[in-house]
């Protein structure tokens, strides 16, 4: 059975930059597709970026667009959130979710009710 765990969190200025790694356990995920999402204090788990499990497709929240980089190596078993010009509003615990998608090469999915794998999160703390 496939388990994930991430690193990388940390304290950071705004503007900074952070790179977050979700290393997997127990199985191959060369045909899951990945996620990652985040949760403040208070505030419900949601979407940051997700790709699919060639890495053909990738999807990204509105805020984050621009700035955030979603990657993986298969051959490593790792995924990869690279988060620049960090903000305040970006502080929350991020986690990494994974779904085995054999399908399609291209498939990804946005939303926590598709995901079947979690890691256990990784503190990311912004300050202005």
């Known amino acids: 059975q496939v388990q994930l765990a991430e690193s990388g969190g940390g304290l950071v200025q705004a503007g900074d930059s952070l790179t977050l790694s979700c290393a997997a356990s127990?199985?191959?995920?060369?045909?899951?597709?990945m996620g990652w999402f985040r949760q403040a204090p208070g505030k419900e788990r949601e979407f940051v970026t997700a790709?699919?499990?060639?890495?053909?497709?990738?999807n990204y929240a509105d805020s984050v667009a621009g700035r955030f980089t979603i990657s993986r190596d298969n051959t490593k078993n790792t995924v990869y959130l690279q988060m620049n010009s960090l903000k305040p509003e970006g502080t929350a615990v991020y986690y990494c979710?994974?779904?085995?998608?054999?399908?399609?090469?291209?498939?990804?999915?946005?939303?926590?009710?598709?995901?079947?794998?979690w890691g256990q999160g990784t503190q990311v703390t912004v300050f202005s």
């Open positions: 979710a994974g779904r085995a998608f054999p399908l399609s090469a291209h498939v990804y999915f946005i939303t926590v009710k598709d995901y079947r794998t």
């Open positions: 790709i699919s499990w060639s890495g053909s497709g990738t």
């Open positions: 127990g199985g191959t995920i060369s045909q899951y597709a």
